[in-house]
């Protein structure tokens, strides 16, 4: 253990080589076929540490702001280290199952969730919107009579509403949950890329003339595109009107609402009947962490449940009844997703709120909305650089412009030009913004969620895409002038 600690550190504070320019050094250990003896844990843990490690991702790096993905601080990698032995599973009456249950309850008052708010781990995003999104349609379908988890969906015709900026998840569990893909509205946006809660009325209304049932209004709490906040409050006031469920992924955005500078962006929260956030991505635990919030379980019991089963019949009492840790399972979590066997994850949710505290989460969650507005401001003050969004929460969308290029007439040169400079950023430079299109222009995107990155990092960061941007935009100018 100490040792692949220290090589997770050196990974973290060495300089390295990039995994594909290194790959000699890998890739013959890696492509070694199953040995016949082993070659035991010491040499294992050599292999490990001095060949496998250092020729990890870039996504842990203090320059990483692609996507949204993770960058896990120091004490939940403890703590998961520390749970993969003594609490291998999340059931049985454990001091790590109390601490699941309760690690739900801190994080749902933390993002704003009220106390009738009950939560489940899962792996992430994906499946935490695929929870939620079938508690959504078994109360849709049982209220048409119908148990979809039991029977199936009948000849009812499903749809959802999501704006087109929504996380493709959603659109995945229509499909996982047999409503289909295609019943997903796409309901458009502002040009902040908020949804439009009138052109959501207006498609809902349409299909209930057409006789089609409504699983779900969902608002996104923080796009991944552009860290947008839809009207929380229009769209839930939209799903109460017609009994529909409301669903707001928060998956990176809901700890924004920790900032009280723009806390009433969340207004309506509490209309929501699931919600869902990733702790892996603005919380900084290790990938594999996300939770699903329902007002009642009961319904996501109904949706997810095993049915009882042979191997487990008469194993257990009821949590009351216990007298040893190996009487009861506890809650019943297994009955509330779609995974049985499943790691505890609550332990690296409340190992960050222990180690840092409301305070310092807050902290950081406000350092990092303070980043994205100052490259947003230092991109506004640059003659040549152009700030596509006011950023609402830790992600901001910039690009190179060129004098004498008119966006207007010349936007696929541009977009050209910008993504040959993100090309090079990631190649010749410590930082790994991604990109993605905004009112249709290509951008440079970079989201802020890595507890290692610091504040020089992010004005070196402006600097060099503009001296990148004259780079290439000085290369243009004489080859078209060899031309
Ligand atoms: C990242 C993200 C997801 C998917 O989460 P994973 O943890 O990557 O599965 C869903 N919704 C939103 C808004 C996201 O940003």
Same mark, same amino acid.
């Given at each position: 253990?100490?040792?692949?600690?220290?090589?997770?550190?050196?990974?973290?504070?060495?300089?390295?080589?990039d995994?594909?320019?290194?790959?000699?050094?890998?890739?013959?250990?890696a492509?070694?076929?199953?040995?016949?003896?082993?070659?035991?844990?010491?040499?294992?843990?050599?292999?490990?540490?001095?060949?496998?490690?250092?020729?990890?991702?870039?996504?842990?790096?203090?320059?990483?702001?692609g996507?949204?993905?993770t960058?896990?601080?120091?004490?939940?990698?403890?703590?998961?280290?520390?749970?993969?032995?003594?609490?291998?599973?999340?059931?049985?009456?454990t001091?790590f199952?109390?601490?699941?249950?309760?690690?739900l309850?801190?994080?749902?008052?933390?993002?704003?969730?009220?106390?009738?708010?009950?939560?489940?781990?899962?792996?992430?995003?994906?499946?935490?919107?695929?929870?939620?999104l079938?508690?959504?349609?078994?109360?849709?379908f049982?209220?048409?009579?119908?148990?979809?988890?039991?029977d199936?969906?009948?000849?009812?015709?499903?749809?959802?509403y999501?704006?087109?900026?929504?996380?493709?998840?959603?659109?995945?569990?229509?499909?996982?949950?047999?409503?289909?893909?295609?019943?997903?509205?796409?309901?458009?946006?502002?040009?902040?890329?908020?949804?439009?809660?009138?052109?959501?009325?207006?498609?809902?209304?349409?299909?209930l003339?057409d006789?089609?049932?409504?699983?779900?209004?969902?608002?996104?709490?923080?796009?991944?595109?552009t860290?947008?906040?839809?009207?929380?409050?229009?769209?839930?006031?939209?799903a109460?009107?017609?009994?529909?469920?409301?669903?707001?992924?928060?998956?990176?955005?809901? %700890?924004?609402?920790?900032?009280?500078?723009? =806390?009433? @962006?969340? +207004? /309506?929260? *509490?209309? !929501?009947?699931?919600?869902?956030?990733?702790?892996?991505?603005?919380?900084?635990?290790?990938?594999?962490?996300?939770?699903t919030?329902?007002?009642?379980?009961?319904?996501?019991?109904?949706?997810?449940?095993?049915?009882?089963?042979?191997?487990?019949?008469g194993?257990?009492?009821?949590?009351?009844?216990?007298?040893?840790?190996?009487?009861?399972?506890?809650?019943?979590?297994?009955?509330?997703?779609?995974?049985?066997?499943?790691?505890?994850?609550?332990?690296?949710?409340?190992?960050?709120?222990?180690?840092?505290?409301?305070?310092?989460?807050?902290e950081?969650?406000?350092?990092d909305?303070?980043?994205?507005a100052?490259?947003?401001?230092?991109?506004?003050?640059?003659?040549?650089?152009?700030?596509?969004?006011? %950023?609402?929460?830790?992600?901001?969308?910039? =690009?190179y @412009?060129? +004098? /004498?290029? *008119?966006? !207007?007439?010349?936007?696929?040169?541009?977009?050209?030009?910008?993504?040959?400079l993100?090309?090079?950023?990631?190649?010749?430079?410590?930082?790994?913004?991604?990109?993605?299109?905004v009112?249709?222009?290509?951008?440079?995107?970079?989201?802020?969620?890595?507890?290692?990155?610091?504040?020089?990092?992010?004005?070196?960061?402006?600097?060099?895409?503009?001296?990148?941007?004259?780079?290439?935009?000085?290369?243009?100018?004489?080859?078209?002038?060899?031309?």
């Amino acid at each position: 253990m100490g040792r692949v600690g220290r090589g997770i550190d050196a990974f973290l504070t060495e300089p390295r080589e990039d995994a594909v320019r290194g790959r000699a050094a890998w890739e013959s250990l890696a492509d070694l076929p199953v040995p016949d003896e082993g070659v035991g844990i010491d040499a294992l843990v050599d292999e490990l540490v001095d060949v496998v490690v250092p020729h990890g991702t870039r996504i842990s790096d203090p320059g990483f702001w692609g996507f949204i993905t993770t960058g896990p601080s120091t004490a939940p990698v403890l703590a998961a280290a520390a749970a993969s032995v003594p609490s291998p599973q999340r059931y049985l009456l454990t001091a790590f199952n109390r601490i699941e249950e309760r690690s739900l309850d801190m994080l749902a008052s933390l993002v704003g969730l009220g106390e009738h708010m009950k939560g489940v781990y899962s792996s992430g995003g994906s499946v935490a919107n695929l929870v939620a999104l079938g508690a959504a349609r078994q109360h849709a379908f049982e209220r048409a009579g119908i148990d979809p988890a039991a029977d199936g969906l009948g000849g009812v015709r499903p749809a959802l509403y999501a704006s087109t900026e929504v996380h493709h998840t959603v659109q995945r569990s229509a499909g996982v949950l047999g409503l289909g893909r295609s019943c997903v509205r796409a309901v458009p946006t502002d040009r902040a890329q908020r949804a439009d809660p009138a052109a959501m009325a207006r498609m809902l209304e349409q299909d209930l003339r057409d006789g089609r049932l409504p699983v779900a209004l969902v608002g996104t709490a923080g796009t991944t595109n552009t860290g947008a906040i839809d009207p929380l409050r229009a769209i839930g006031e939209l799903a109460r009107e017609h009994g529909v469920w409301f669903h707001v992924d928060g998956a990176y955005g809901l %700890p924004g609402i920790l900032d009280d500078r723009i =806390r009433d @962006r969340f +207004d /309506g929260l *509490d209309l !929501a009947d699931s919600v869902i956030v990733d702790p892996h991505k603005w919380l900084a635990t290790q990938v594999g962490v996300a939770a699903t919030f329902v007002r009642d379980r009961a319904l996501l019991y109904r949706a997810f449940t095993q049915e009882p089963a042979e191997y487990l019949e008469g194993s257990f009492l009821a949590p009351e009844d216990a007298e040893v840790s190996m009487d009861s399972m506890g809650i019943p979590y297994a009955d509330f997703g779609v995974e049985l066997s499943s790691p505890p994850r609550g332990i690296q949710v409340w190992a960050v709120l222990r180690e840092q505290g409301v305070r310092g989460v807050t902290e950081r969650i406000r350092t990092d909305n303070d980043r994205a507005a100052r490259v947003a401001d230092l991109a506004r003050r640059h003659p040549r650089l152009e700030s596509l969004t006011e %950023p609402e929460l830790s992600i901001a969308c910039l =690009r190179y @412009r060129p +004098d /004498g290029i *008119d966006p !207007a007439t010349d936007g696929a040169r541009l977009d050209d030009l910008n993504q040959a400079l993100l090309r090079r950023l990631v190649r010749e430079t410590p930082y790994v913004p991604s990109a993605t299109v905004v009112n249709g222009a290509y951008a440079i995107r970079p989201c802020f969620i890595n507890t290692r990155t610091t504040d020089d990092m992010v004005d070196d960061f402006v600097a060099t895409v503009a001296r990148l941007g004259d780079e290439l935009a000085g290369d243009r100018v004489a080859a078209e002038a060899a031309r």
